[in-house]
Nanobody, 125 residues
Framework: QVQLVESGGGSVQPGGSLRLSCAVS????????MAWFRQAPGREREGVAR????????YDIDSVKGRFTISQDSAKNTLYLQMNSLKPEDTAIYYC??????????????????WGQGTQVTVSS
């Protein structure tokens, strides 16, 4: 079982920045597909960003493109989400998620099987 622990959330004013971290227990970090999700009050959980099979990035919400950056440090078994120019609509609980690679490939339609407990991000004036 993969254990995920998020940190770095908090309260900021609009235009501020936060950097979220996700510590991963799996020793073979590079065998995982990693992603960030978020869930705002009264809304369904939605995908924010993903690490692709080749180590690149994909962003699944148009409004975060150019403001959020997903990255990782495999030597530290850690996933990051840098969030700049934060807006009130970014307020949500942010979760990291993981699944095993299938023959070294991350398949978009496959389910994420491991989840962290979430970290709260609040953006308000």
């Amino acid at each position: 079982q993969v254990q995920l622990v998020e940190s770095g959330g908090g309260s900021v004013q609009p235009g501020g920045s936060l950097r979220l971290s996700c510590a991963v227990s799996e020793y073979n970090y590079n065998n995982l597909c990693m992603a960030w999700f978020r869930q705002a009050p009264g809304r369904e959980r939605e995908g924010v960003a993903r690490i692709l099979s080749d180590g690149g990035s994909a962003y699944d919400i148009d409004s975060v493109k150019g403001r959020f950056t997903i990255s990782q440090d495999s030597a530290k078994n850690t996933l990051y989400l840098q969030m700049n120019s934060l807006k009130p609509e970014d307020t949500a609980i942010y979760y990291c998620a993981a699944k095993k690679r299938v023959f070294s490939v991350c398949i978009r339609g496959d389910y994420y099987t491991s989840w962290g407990q979430g970290t709260q991000v609040t953006v308000s004036s």
